[in-house]
């Protein structure tokens, strides 16, 4: 069972345009939602990340909005530049485990054309 | 600061051969360490874990097994290589406090 579901699966946007991946989830404990941000042949790279205590957040041109009664978190990327180009994943966990586990979307490949 | 290490960065392999790949974290201690699996163009499948010296979770049953020696070394292995084995691999570690995932640079799997 997928624990976080993304969308879309794949994205073109024009360079300049806002990109906007979505995610939802259903377990309520979940309280840590970060983004990891994959370039071919790499290995993911945490990108920005959000706690439910807040709606939104921003760093740079990357925004992550958060709605937790609808349990759904969004990334966008605004004036999105070709060097965006890269596979997006969402993901949760809860702070309080031992392990940490993050429990992964299925990703997002977002082309972003000059 | 910390940092990942996996080697080799690519291998291929014949069906039935054994497979041994490594992780090493620097710049923390007691980290908690992860496996991943990444199949082409396809999601992060989390293989194995562990929060300490010799203790290992799995999360998939195959063919594949996983130690860890040292407090930050993980080391993947399999006595016999499948084609479906074929993927990048991806070894990650968090701190105790820490609730970020941190990943290596990958090994590319190619099993013939």
């Known amino acids: 069972q997928q624990q976080v579901k993304q969308s879309p699966q794949s994205l073109i946007v024009q360079k300049g345009g806002i990109s906007i991946i979505n995610c939802a989830y259903e377990?309520?404990?979940?309280?840590?939602f970060p983004w990891y941000q994959q370039f071919p042949g790499k290995g993911p790279a945490l990108l920005i990340a959000i706690r439910p205590d807040v709606s939104e957040k921003k760093e740079g041109r990357f925004t992550i909005s958060f709605n937790k009664s609808a349990k759904q978190f969004s990334l966008h990327i605004m004036d999105s530049q070709p060097g965006d180009s890269a596979t997006y994943f969402c993901?949760?966990?809860?702070?309080?485990?031992?392990?940490?586990?993050?429990?992964f979307g299925r990703g997002t490949q977002l082309t972003v054309w000059p | 600061s910390q940092t990942i290490h996996q080697w080799p960065a690519t291998l291929v392999q014949p069906v039935g051969s054994p497979l041994s790949l490594e992780c090493t974290v620097e710049g923390t201690s007691n980290p908690n360490l992860y496996w991943y699996r990444q199949a082409a163009g396809r999601g992060l499948q989390l293989l194995f874990y562990?929060?300490?010296?010799?203790?290992i979770s799995s999360e998939v049953p195959q063919n594949l097994s996983a130690s860890r020696p040292q407090d930050r070394q993980f080391i993947l292995s399999s006595k016999k290589l499948l084609l479906s084995d074929s993927g990048f691999y991806l070894c990650?570690?968090?701190?105790?406090?820490?609730?970020?995932?941190?990943f290596g640079p990958g090994t590319r799997l190619t099993v013939t």
């Open positions: 990650a570690w968090s701190g105790p406090a820490i609730y970020e995932q941190y």
């Open positions: 562990s929060i300490g010296i010799d203790q």
């Open positions: 993901a949760a966990s809860i702070r309080g485990s031992t392990l940490g586990r993050l429990y």
């Open positions: 377990n309520t404990a979940f309280d840590y």
